[in-house]
């Protein structure tokens, strides 16, 4: 926790708290939004912008696989 807090360059166990819940926030935020989006096109996959192509199934796999 110290080692994040250092490089996060915050001073106190206050500010890595509301840290956390600032990015549970917006988490949480964006679980709502792709929720909707769901919702809206009931299970069909949403339209790509015009000049898009659709994603492949091997970048849809490698996106998965992506560790943050």
């Known amino acids: 926790m110290r080692l994040v807090m250092q490089t996060l360059n915050l001073t106190s166990l206050s500010d890595a708290l509301r840290e956390g819940l600032r990015l549970l926030s917006r988490e949480a935020a ?14 069909a996959q949403a339209p790509t912008p015009a000049g898009v192509a659709p994603a492949t199934a091997d970048e849809l796999e490698a996106a998965d696989e992506i560790e943050w």
């Not at 792709?34 to 919702?39: G, H, L, N, Q």
């Open 30 to 43: 964006e679980v709502a939004a792709s929720e909707e989006i769901r919702s809206f096109y009931k299970g």
